[in-house]
């Protein structure tokens, strides 16, 4: 499997924030990523196991994204990664 950071380059994948909406409004959002708080990913296990590219996770710190992406890989999720916070990922993709 690549590294986030190989990931990020492709520019292929889809982003997945698991915060809370509140947290959405207070803190800002990052553009083209996907709201599935992390209470609704398993109901939601179906629609993001089924995305065709890598998905990349992220909250606030990376612990809620840490348990969404264990209970993905539990419900099939082939290829997926641990972006971290929301602060660090947005970094990420401003290098890019």
Partial sequence: MSTLHEVLSTGTYHLIDVREPLELEM??????ATNIPLGEVVARAQEITSLPNPVILFCRSGNR????LELLYDEGLNEGYNGGGYLQLQSLLDAQ
Avoid: F, L, R
């Fill in 27 to 32: 803190e800002g959002a990052i553009e083209g």
């Fill in 65 to 68: 994204s840490g348990k969404a």
